[in-house]
Structures are given as C-alpha cells and as structure tokens.
C-alpha cells in the first residue's frame, strides 16, 4: 500500500520558517516523482515544487511565486522503505497560508517545466496546514 504522510505544518508569522516533510513509503514505479501542493481556501490546488527520488541529476521544479524562498530535498531509503521528501520554506508570506500536499507519480520531474499539474498525481497525502500571519 501507499502512503504519503505529511508533517511539519503550522502557524508562523510572516519572514519565517518552516520545514514540511512527506514520508513516502510503498511506493514503487520505474521512474518516481514526488511533488508539493497547496490549496488555499477558495482556490484551485496549485503545484509548488517536485523532485526525482531515483535520479540525483539536480533537476527540481519551483513555481515562479517561491522561486528563491523555499528548496526541495530527499532523503532516499537506505535501510528502509520509507524515502523522505522536504519543502525547506523560508521568508514565508500570509499569500503562503494553504494546507500543503504532497502527491507521488509514475513520472519525471523536470525543472525546466512551465508548470505543475496536480491532475497528473497517482498518490496523494492528507495534507498540512501552514497558516502565516502578517
């Protein structure tokens, strides 16, 4: 089975940080992908950010609206079958506040990408709330 589980979310104040993290285990594909969402109350679930688990090539994928302020990484398993996914979101903004998914594909995480379509996931988390106050 399955599973993405997310943690790390809360309430910080605007210029702060936080560190989401997706642990992702069950998950078996020939290429895996794991991207971040977020969808605040209102509005369309948005991608923000995607990586490889399989290629260590540096190729990452940020939305234009946190480009510079927020960094993907993973920790692959080694000893274990859990890999996990980190958002590292720094100088956050109340325009941030959303619950924050993450979802895995079958798939390739280009950076080079114009955008992130959530429409193409295979598995998702439960998401976390990140509230940010000004």
């Known amino acids: 089975e399955v599973q993405l589980v997310e943690s790390g979310g809360g309430l910080v104040h605007a210029g702060e940080s936080l560190r989401l993290s997706c642990a992702v285990s069950g998950f078996t594909a020939d290429e895996r992908a794991i991207g971040w969402f977020r969808q605040a109350p209102g509005k369309e679930r948005e991608g923000v950010s995607c990586i490889n688990l399989d290629r260590d090539d540096g190729n990452r994928y940020y939305d234009n609206s946190v480009k510079g302020r927020f960094a993907i990484s993973s920790d692959n398993a080694q000893n274990s079958d859990t890999d996990t996914v980190y958002l590292q979101m720094n100088n956050l903004k109340p325009e941030d506040t959303a619950v924050y998914f993450c979802?895995?594909?079958?798939?390739?995480?280009?950076?080079?990408?114009?955008?992130?379509?959530?429409?193409?996931?295979?598995?998702w988390g439960k998401g976390a709330l990140v509230t940010v106050s000004s």
């Open positions: 979802a895995a594909w079958n798939g390739y995480c280009d950076g080079r990408r114009d955008y992130l379509n959530y429409r193409g996931m295979d598995y």
